[in-house]
């Protein structure tokens, strides 16, 4: 069973600059952000199949998880 997830932004640099990882289903996002060597404080927004969810929400099969970056600046 699997999803895609696909790091936006700068959060690309953090998985080799990959635009999608194809990630098993079952997890929540912060604990497949976090084997995919992301950590889930870096991401300020999850939208799963482009409605937005928390980190908690468990990734289901054909799922596309796309997560943004907290954005600083000063």
Request: charged share 25%; aromatic share 2%.
């Amino acid at each position: 069973m699997s999803a895609k997830l696909r790091p936006i932004g700068h959060l690309k640099s953090l998985v080799n600059g990959q635009n999608e990882l194809e990630v098993e289903s079952g997890s929540t996002v912060r604990a497949t952000l976090e084997r995919a060597g992301i950590r889930s404080e870096l991401v300020a927004l999850v939208m799963v199949n482009d409605e937005q969810r928390d980190k908690d929400y468990v990734i289901q099969e054909g799922d596309t998880v796309k997560v943004m970056a907290v954005i600083g600046g000063g």
